[in-house]
């Protein structure tokens, strides 16, 4: 059975990139624009094996998304990448206190490098 990635990014060109990508590496994949549809489905109890990230969402922050899930027990062990454009450090370091397992500036990977972080952390 395929694992299943959680993508919440608002940017729908960059979000399809992604999402084209990953299935081709045979993930199965869910879509989300902003935080409201981003916990649709995780409180539709749909089995996320890991979620990757924006951090520069429409209504709330990526953030708050962050905070919202490590509060919750059943949603602790999943890994999260946050893949956004923020790179200052204070980010990278709120990022990384919330339980992130990667951080990665947008510009500085490709889709094939992306999708090999997701293969290290989750495997295929």
Same mark, same amino acid.
């Given at each position: #059975?395929?694992? /299943?990635?959680? *993508?919440? &990014? ?9 999402? /084209?990508?990953?299935?081709? &590496? ?6 989300? !624009? ?12 749909? @089995? %996320?094996? #890991? ?12 953030? #708050?998304?962050? &905070?919202? %899930?490590?509060?919750? @027990? ?8 946050? +893949? ?5 450090? @204070?980010? *990278? ?6 339980? *992130? ?5 947008? !510009?500085? +990977? /490709? ?5 090999? @972080? ?7």
């Amino acid at each position: #059975m395929a694992k /299943t990635i959680l *993508i919440v &990014e608002d940017d729908t060109f960059l979000q399809g990139l992604e999402a /084209t990508k990953l299935k081709k &590496e045979g993930y199965d994949i869910q879509v989300a !624009s902003d935080s409201k549809e981003a916990f649709k489905i995780i409180d539709s109890k749909t @089995k %996320i094996d #890991m979620i990757l990230l924006d951090l520069l969402l429409p209504d709330v922050d990526g953030f #708050m998304i962050l &905070e919202k %899930i490590r509060q919750e @027990k059943a949603l602790l062990t999943i890994p999260v990448i946050v +893949f956004s454009n923020l790179s200052e450090e @204070k980010d *990278i370091k709120r990022a990384t206190k919330l339980g *992130i397992s990667e951080f990665l500036v947008k !510009s500085n +990977f /490709t889709l094939d490098e992306l999708a090999k @972080k997701v293969k290290d952390l989750i495997g295929a």
